[in-house]
């Protein structure tokens, strides 16, 4: 692999993390929220 | 009908922002900033491997401060000690991946993926640290228990990030000294790329405002769906309601 290998694989890594940790985080988010009530949600 | 999200107009804001700050950062890493004299091209890595740990180096301060204040008004709320967490867990994703990049760095610059370095040690030792740390949180037991060890922890852990830093300095070390954050104040980076590194540390500080802000919610529904302080939240907000009323009449 020469230096933009490198370069490429650093942002993808570092970009599809991101990606997948916010996708992880938004989709349990949903799960969970189904089953509390809106009254105990504080940010609503 | 429920709501299904723990999204908000805030965190829309927050979350179109940081897509818009990141592709700048990307499109001016790869596409303006100039290569470095001594680095080439390799220098492009450093807008996501610099601001990934100084954003890391910011979750766990937070992390640190929120759980002093937690540690200080144990058995109100639970509402810093799940902001600890969130920030815990968004920190160990960045210091992560400042390590997986500053590899990647290493190896075009050094020749090598890693060396036992003070610098690499020390981040290494601080990324298990708070692994460790999120351990400890996921232990069951009595949430305002769990909340009081993991502050201690906390707190403990977030000296570590002294050593870090200054580890460049105390001993030697294969790993550059600070070209911004450094002892003499001097700045030794050319404008473009100081100013493309400048929008790197405000996309990541947008990504992690928005992640705290999700997963410390995240946290909340946990806590709620396992029927801790449901009452309590419910009543809550129907106080904060009769309040309104009562102030509207």
Do not use: C
């Not at chain 2, 001594?38 to 220098?43: A, L």
């Not at chain 2, 000690?81 to 190896?107: K, N, P, Q």
């Not at chain 2, 502050?151 to 550059?176: K, T």
């Amino acid at each position: 692999m020469d230096d933009i290998g490198f370069i490429l694989a650093s942002w993808l890594i570092t970009l599809g993390s991101i990606g997948v940790l916010a996708f992880v985080t938004l989709r349990r988010a949903r799960q969970l929220a189904e089953h509390v009530p809106d009254e105990a949600k504080p940010w609503l | 009908m429920v709501s299904r999200s723990t999204g908000t107009t805030t965190t829309r804001v927050i979350g179109i922002a940081a897509i818009a700050v990141l592709a700048w950062v990307v499109v001016s890493a790869f596409f303006i900033t100039p290569a470095d004299f001594q680095q080439g091209e390799s220098v492009r890595i450093m807008y996501a491997h610099v601001p990934a740990a100084w954003i890391a180096y910011l979750a766990f301060i937070t992390t640190g401060i929120t759980s002093g204040i937690s540690l200080a008004r144990r058995h109100r709320t639970l509402g810093f000690d799940r902001v600890a967490g969130a920030s815990a867990e968004v920190g160990v994703l960045f210091m992560g991946l400042a390590l997986i990049t500053g590899s990647l760095w290493g190896r075009l610059t050094w020749g090598t993926f890693w060396q036992w370095d003070p610098r690499l040690t020390t981040t290494l030792f601080l990324f298990v640290t708070y692994v460790g740390y999120l351990a400890v949180r996921n232990i069951d037991g009595d949430p305002h228990r769990r909340a009081k060890r993991s502050a201690i922890l906390a707190l403990l852990a977030v000296l570590e990030i002294p050593l870090v830093h200054f580890s460049v300095v105390l001993w030697r070390s294969l790993h550059q000294e600070a070209s911004v954050l450094n002892p003499d104040g001097d700045v030794r980076l050319d404008d473009m790329m100081l100013f493309t590194l400048f929008s790197g540390v405000v996309g990541f500080t947008l990504v992690f405002v928005w992640m705290v802000i999700h997963r410390q919610r995240l946290a909340t529904l946990r806590d709620l769906q396992q029927g801790v302080g449901l009452d309590a939240a419910i009543a809550a907000r129907r106080n904060e309601g009769a309040a309104i009323a009562g102030g509207g009449q």
